[in-house]
Each structure stands twice: as structure tokens, then as C-alpha cells.
């Protein structure tokens, strides 16, 4: 504790052996792996923009993604870890705000 005696001392000769800690409260967030696949148009930089609309959710972590493209049209799965329901919801209607994807579907 940095009100011990001792730490105060240890700090004023010592202070690059100091290292602030954080405890840890012992509540662990648990996730769960779900599964996305995506269906729309086709067009130049689509994967590039589902991954930053996946990626800037903070409660959503990125496990997998493959695109296959069939003609003008292409089919995408994203597996993700998601905190919640809420959350993936959230990146669900995140993801259909991307001009060229029409649908979005949970596997799991």
C-alpha cells in the first residue's frame, strides 16, 4: 500500500523499482464465439470496411473472417467473441449500414 512506511521509503530511494499494480476484482467478463455470415453486392474494398465496422466495436473481438466472391455477389462468414445478445445485435446493424450488404445472418 503506498501508505505503508516502508513502500514510502522504498519509493524515495528506490522509485525505479516502484511499479503500480491494479487488483484484479476477481469478476471475469466471459464471451461467447458466434458466427455471421453475410450476403450482398460485391464491390472494392468491401472486406476492408466490414473489418473496421467489427473491429471499432469495443465489446465484439475478432475471431475469423473469409469472403468468396460469385459474380457481382459475395458471401461472407465472421466468426466473432461477443460479450452479449446486446452486442451483437449492435454489430449486426452496424454491419447492414455497409452499402452492399443486404443481409446478415447469426448461425449461433
Do not use: M
Not at 461477443?82 to 446478415?104: Q, R, S, T, Y
Amino acid at each position: 500500500r503506498t501508505s505503508c512506511p516502508n513502500a514510502k521509503q522504498l519509493r524515495k530511494k528506490y522509485p525505479y523499482r516502484v511499479i503500480e499494480a491494479l487488483w484484479y476484482s476477481g469478476e471475469e467478463e466471459t464471451s461467447y464465439l458466434s458466427e455471421l455470415h453475410i450476403i450482398g453486392y460485391d464491390k472494392l474494398g468491401l472486406v476492408k470496411e466490414v473489418t473496421e465496422v467489427v473491429l471499432s466495436n469495443q465489446r465484439v473481438n475478432l475471431q475469423g473472417i473469409s469472403f468468396h466472391s460469385l459474380k457481382n455477389d459475395f458471401i461472407g462468414d465472421v466468426k466473432v467473441f461477443v460479450k452479449d445478445d446486446k452486442a451483437l445485435e449492435v454489430l449486426i446493424h452496424e454491419l447492414l449500414k455497409i452499402k452492399g450488404v443486404d443481409k446478415v445472418q447469426k448461425f449461433n
